[in-house]
């Protein structure tokens, strides 16, 4: 192989890639990828802070922590509770009649 036909990073773009993220499949190179995790620094950076195991869609607006779809509950058409500060009692759900 080629210096050429090497791939870099798909994150820096400079360095060779020596890996592949198991979330999203970017080719990464060594800086760009936490091993222990198996998850590119993009992916990482952006996985749900509640279960950490699946990339995050919103954020709670309780406790700011970012969650992905099976920790956040969806309470307004743009907000979001986690299922957490529910239990706790931080929000109560309304139950709406129509």
Same mark, same amino acid.
């Given at each position: 192989?080629? *210096?050429?036909?090497?791939?870099?990073?798909?994150?820096?773009?400079?360095? %060779? *890639? $020596? &890996?592949?993220?198991?979330?999203?499949?970017? +080719?990464?190179?060594?800086?760009?990828?936490?091993?222990?995790?198996? =998850?590119?620094?993009?992916?990482?950076?952006? /996985?749900? $802070?509640?279960?950490?195991? &699946?990339? *995050?869609?919103?954020?709670? /607006?309780?406790?700011?922590?970012?969650?992905?779809?099976?920790?956040?509950?969806? =309470?307004? %058409? =743009?907000?979001? =509770?986690?299922?957490?500060?529910?239990?706790?009692?931080?929000? +109560?759900?309304?139950?709406? +009649?129509?």
């Amino acid at each position: 192989m080629t *210096a050429k036909d090497k791939k870099l990073c798909e994150i820096c773009g400079l360095k %060779p *890639a $020596e &890996y592949v993220c198991r979330v999203c499949g970017r +080719r990464v190179c060594r800086d760009d990828y936490d091993v222990e995790k198996g =998850v590119c620094s993009v992916c990482r950076d952006t /996985m749900c $802070e509640i279960c950490g195991r &699946y990339p *995050a869609i919103s954020y709670c /607006m309780v406790c700011g922590r970012i969650g992905c779809e099976d920790c956040l509950i969806q =309470v307004t %058409p =743009v907000s979001y =509770v986690c299922k957490e500060c529910i239990r706790r009692g931080f929000y +109560r759900l309304e139950l709406r +009649r129509r």
